[in-house]
């Protein structure tokens, strides 16, 4: 079983970048995929970005293409999202989610959720 912590989170100027972090607490890290989700009051969440179990293959949302990264560190049992050129739609709860081996877009597909971590963009 996977705890996840998210941290990283804030506010912070358009155009501005910002890394989150999700950390892990379960010994079986490196068999899930991961992902990252966002959700802005008064919408549905919505998918960011995942990547594979070993960390070989990266999927993102158009929205955040070229300018989120997502990354893992399997050593450390540690899943990261480099967002930069940040806007202020980006301004979203973010939570990140692990699913056994294969990501998917669909957040109903993933086992584990972290508590999630606010970040603001303003204009």
């Known amino acids: 079983q996977e705890q996840l912590v998210e941290s990283g989170g804030g506010l912070v100027q358009a155009g501005g970048s910002l890394r989150l972090s999700c950390a892990a607490s379960?010994?079986?890290?490196?068999?899930?995929?991961m992902g990252w989700f966002r959700q802005a009051p008064g919408k549905e969440r919505e998918f960011v970005a995942a990547?594979?179990?070993?960390?070989?293959?990266?999927y993102y949302a158009e929205p955040v293409k070229g300018r989120f990264t997502i990354s893992r560190d399997n050593a450390k049992s540690t899943v990261y999202l480099q967002m930069s050129v940040l806007k202020p739609e980006d301004t979203a709860v973010y939570y990140c989610?692990?699913?056994?081996?294969?990501?998917?877009?669909?957040?109903?597909?993933?086992?584990?959720w972290g508590q999630g971590t606010q970040v603001t963009v303003s204009s």
């Open positions: 990547v594979s179990w070993s960390g070989v293959n990266t």
């Open positions: 989610a692990a699913r056994p081996l294969v990501w998917s877009a669909s957040g109903k597909e993933y086992n584990y």
């Open positions: 379960g010994r079986t890290f490196s068999r899930y995929a």
